[in-house]
Structure formats: C-alpha cells, structure tokens
C-alpha cells in the first residue's frame, strides 16, 4: 500500500503580483508592491500556514521572478520538489487596479505560462498518489488548452489511486469563455470529491441561474461535499439536497477581499483532513475566508492555525 507522505498537493500557475500603491486607472499608478499569487499557489500557503503537509507542482520562468517565487514558497514550508524553472519562459505577472469605491481589476500576463511545459508525460504520477487530497482549480485549464488535458489526466490519475479530489471552478473570464469553461468543467466533476465554488459559477456550469435545477443536476455527481461560498455572507453545504447556510463571522474593516475564497477553501481542507464535522469545518473555514479580507494582498492574510483559534476565541490572545 502507498504510504501518503504529503497532505494535500496541487498543480498550477504562479506569478508576480503587483500591487498598486495608488488607487485609480492603472495607466496613472507608477508605483506597486510586488508579491506574489495564483489561485492554486494561495490555497497550498493557506494549507502550510494551518499545518497540513503540502506541495506544489508547477513550472515557473528560470530568471529573477521564478526564483522569487520558488524561494517564499520554500519558505512557507512547501515542498517544491516538483516545482521546475524552465529556460525562455517569462514567470507569469497579475497587475492589479483597486479604485476608491474598493472595485478592483485584473490584468494578467500569462500568455505563454511557463506551465505550457508541464506536459501530460511529464505529470509526476508517484507524487500524486503519495497525496491524501488533490487540489484542482478552474485557472489552470483556463490559461492554454492544453492543460485542459494535463487537468484532466490529473483528475484520473488520483481517482483511480484513492487520492480525494477538490476542486474550485474559479473561472475568470479574462481568461477563457463561459462556454469553454463550462464544456470543461463539466468533464471533470465526475472525478471530483470536494465541490467549492460560487453561486455564478454553478450558474455557469449548469446554463441555469435557475438553483433547483443547479440542485437536480448536481445529484447526478457522487460528490462528498458540495460547498456554495457566498463572500460575506457566509457559504452553505450540501445536505441531503438542500442548502445548510452557515453565516459569515464578524469582520471589522474590509481591506481587500481577493483571496478569501483561497482561503476558505484551504482552511476546508483542513477541517476535513483533520475529520471534523461539517459544522465545525464550515465555521472554521469562514473564520480563515473573514481574516484573509482584513489584510491587503492575496495571501498575506492567511492565517497560521492557532491565529484562527484565537480569532474564534477559541485560544487567549495575548498581545503584549
Ligand atoms: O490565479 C489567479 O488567476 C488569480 O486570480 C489569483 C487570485 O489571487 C485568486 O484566485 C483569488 O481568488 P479568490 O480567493 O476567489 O478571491
């Protein structure tokens, strides 16, 4: 039997991102932070941070930027064993636009992504099995058509090996069409044991905005959990063909409200690694989805896990 060496894993895109220092229209801000992000890389920070064993299989440029990327990474405690600095490949860069109103863009550069490389025969098969949980996302796929497949040979690949499967759609439009990632998707909800994704984006999958359908159709999958995240408000799980809404904690400001999702679904990961039950995984996932807001950056919110038992009050908090 394959003795599991890591906790969860996942494969995917990383990049720069530049924060802006000034509010407004890109073309007026001269000065940004640079950090670094990609929806799969959050959720394994998310993961280290609350003590879970975790890799990242990815391919980044070989120059200044990929060896940023992989050296925090190391340092957050993932294994990169599996993470490759590829020649003639720029690593992937995000610019973000954040305006007074809190509205904010994206403007990625990720067109010829060093991931183009990671090829179907190049997937590390032994390190997918050695994992307990999987964790896909609706961004790799979307970023070249041929990490469709690479995706879907994954999804096989740990299906067939006993290795849980999450995944979230996280589709962004900038980078693929509804339909595309619609006829997408759905090919591989059939391999996918944890289901986190948006109202909009069930929308998407299903061409309905209608939810008793989404409801019907989603019957048809043999899903473990099916995890609606709903931003402030809170998420709600699957329970016997009904939504269980589970309300949002207490925030005090708003700061920046990109990553919370990663972050839910890392601190959901946990919880079910950790075999809590449901109502105790949901809380504590929306307690990590209520802290990442409170911090400016993707990932810098993340918390470590005994943060969140102070956050729920769960430990003392002693500050001085
Ligand atoms: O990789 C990408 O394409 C990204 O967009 C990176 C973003 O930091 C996360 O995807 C945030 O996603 P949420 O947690 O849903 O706010």
């Known amino acids: 039997m394959n003795v599991k060496q890591l906790d969860i894993i996942t494969i995917g895109d990383g990049m720069i991102t530049f924060d802006p220092i000034a509010k407004g229209p890109l073309r007026f801000v001269n000065h940004f932070e640079r950090k670094i992000g990609g929806a799969e890389l959050n959720v394994m920070i998310g993961c280290a941070r609350l003590g879970m064993k975790s890799g990242w299989i990815s391919r980044l440029g070989r120059d200044e930027f ?29 610019f973000k636009e954040i305006h007074e109103s809190g509205k904010a863009r994206t403007f990625y550069y990720r067109q010829k992504s060093p991931t183009e490389t990671l090829t179907i025969d190049q997937l590390p098969i032994d390190y997918i099995q050695s994992a307990k949980i999987i964790h896909l996302s609706g961004v790799f796929p979307s970023i070249r058509q041929q990490n469709r497949e690479v995706l879907f040979q994954t ?82 799980y699957l329970s016997h063909g009904q939504w269980v809404h589970v309300p949002g904690e207490k925030v005090d400001k708003v700061v920046d409200t990109v990553g919370a999702g990663d972050g839910f679904s890392a601190a959901f990961l946990c919880g079910i690694l950790k075999g809590w039950h449901i109502d ?15 911090v400016q950056g993707d990932n810098e919110g993340l918390p470590y896990y005994e943060d969140v038992e102070v956050y729920l009050g769960l430990r003392e908090n002693i500050e001085r």
Request: proline share 2%.
């Open 155 to 236: 999804l096989k690949i740990a299906h067939t090996s006993g290795v849980k499967v999450s995944f979230d759609p996280n589709i962004r439009l900038k980078l693929w069409s509804k339909e595309e990632a619609r006829q997408t998707i759905l090919t591989y909800l059939p391999y996918v044991d944890y289901l986190l994704a948006g109202r909009e984006e069930l929308e998407i999958i299903f061409n309905t905005t209608d939810m008793t359908i989404i409801l019907e159709l989603l019957k048809k999958y043999a899903f473990e959990q099916v995890i609606l995240k709903d931003g402030a408000s809170g998420a709600s």
């Open 66 to 94: 990929g060896r940023h990327i992989i050296n925090t990474i190391r340092g957050e405690g993932i294994d990169v064993s599996e993470v490759q600095l590829v020649e003639n490949y720029a690593t992937s860069l995000n």
């Open 280 to 294: 105790k995984i949901m809380k504590f996932a929306n307690a990590v989805g209520a802290m990442v807001v409170q």
